[in-house]
């Protein structure tokens, strides 16, 4: 494992589109171990490919509850509402802070370094029920604030 360079503001790697991980290889893997070891080192609680050179979609964050850190691989945004407002800074803009608004909360769904999502590690049962039930309704605009009982 290596501590990486952390890019800079102003490197245009950072404001390239980053193209999706399309299979999880042991070179992926090791860019993962790595963003984790820069991360730490940089003091940071989260870190995106790109902010190291390399322009995927990939990322780690730091728990804050001491688990360690996790992998998001080709994450997306399915859902977020509410405002918030608090002081953040970037391992990209060094000693740089600022008030940033944001969505309250947010729904991710991301592949794990296996590639496995959520409803994968589901009983085949339960997991066809929830298939259907969304094939059938959908999502509602609320959905991360509620939830159903199979």
Excluded at 26 to 49: F, H, K, Q
């Amino acid at each position: 494992m290596a501590v990486l360079k952390v890019r800079r503001y102003g490197d245009p790697v950072l404001r390239r589109h980053a193209t999706a991980v399309e299979t999880v290889t042991p070179d992926v893997r090791r860019l993962v171990e790595d963003m984790i070891d820069t991360m730490y080192d940089e003091v940071g609680i989260g870190l995106a490919a790109p902010q190291v050179g390399a322009s995927v979609r990939l990322l780690v964050v730091g728990d804050e509850e001491g688990r360690g850190a996790q992998a998001l691989v080709n994450p997306a945004i399915t859902a977020q509402g509410g405002k918030v407002t608090a002081e953040e800074g970037c391992l990209s803009l060094p000693g740089i802070f600022a008030q940033v608004t944001r969505s309250e909360w947010v729904t991710l769904e991301a592949q794990d370094l296996d590639g496995v999502l959520f409803i994968d590690r589901l009983e085949p049962v339960v997991r066809d029920r929830i298939k259907r039930r969304i094939k059938k309704d959908g999502f509602s605009e609320d959905a991360a604030h509620r939830a159903f009982a199979l």
